[in-house]
């Protein structure tokens, strides 16, 4: 079952903040965070594992709450590089299995 | 520099015909997913692999499409008969031998069948 997103878009100006969640109905071993500019493929940002960790690198960064399955994508100061579909990826046990939910588009202006 | 390697990259076929679709995955990756991505639902998991055995392909349409992994360095997705619907595009992503790691995706095969 697909993890849900939302928003499911989002329209910023370059420096402003914007928070992507996703919540799962089932337990949660990890969640990825994936995203994809038009037409390219998608790429890792970050995992997190269960434990309620918080990742981040340079302005973009990650928590998990485990107990209530979600997990929330921060993007602080956004840049026009940011723009792009946001993905969260559930992997629901310890066999591999990675659903994506169905994404956010994230555009940030000038 | 280590890639996934998807063909083809564009695929425009008549209904009823067979698509095969191929992926190479990353050289010691032995994690394959197969992902299909359209407007309404996003990326579809349909088929992952693990050792190269077939772990789930409940995301898969039985009747019409089959995954395989005839050795580590092919992963192939067949669409046969293939329909109008089936038209997306098509991801395949590998992943590392141990733990939970980082998913590195191909370019996708853009599939339209007419």
């Known amino acids: 079952q697909q993890p849900v997103q939302s928003p499911q878009a989002v329209i910023l100006r370059e420096g402003e903040d914007a928070v992507i969640n996703c919540s799962s109905s089932?337990?949660?071993?990890?969640v990825h965070w994936y995203r994809q500019k038009h037409g390219e493929a998608p790429v890792f940002l970050m995992i997190?594992?269960?434990?309620?960790e918080q990742k981040g690198h340079d302005k973009i960064s990650a928590s998990f709450n485990e107990k209530k399955q979600q997990s929330s994508l921060y993007l602080t100061a956004s840049q026009l590089s940011y723009s792009g579909t946001y993905f969260c990826?559930?992997?629901?046990?310890?066999?591999?299995?990675?659903?994506f939910g169905k994404g956010t588009l994230l555009t940030v202006n000038p | 520099d280590a890639r996934v390697t998807q063909t083809p990259r564009d695929k425009v076929t008549e209904m009823g015909q067979e698509v095969t679709m191929r992926c190479q995955p990353i050289?010691?990756?032995?994690?394959v997913f197969w992902y299909r991505q359209t407007m309404m639902q996003g990326l579809e998991l349909l088929a992952y692999?693990?050792?190269?055995?077939?772990?789930?392909d409940s995301g898969m349409p039985k009747d019409r499409f089959s995954a395989e992994m005839p050795d580590a360095t092919l992963a192939t997705l067949k669409i046969q008969p293939s329909e109008p619907r089936d038209s997306a595009v098509y991801f395949c992503?590998?992943?590392?031998?141990?733990?939970?790691?980082?998913?590195?995706f191909g370019e996708g095969s853009r599939l339209t069948v007419l």
């Open positions: 050289l010691g990756h032995n994690t």
């Open positions: 997190l594992l269960k434990g309620g």
């Open positions: 089932k337990a949660l071993y990890s």
């Open positions: 990826g559930a992997r629901g046990g310890s066999n591999y299995k990675l659903t």
């Open positions: 692999f693990r050792n190269r055995a077939p772990l789930d």
């Open positions: 992503a590998s992943g590392p031998r141990e733990g939970d790691g980082e998913l590195f």
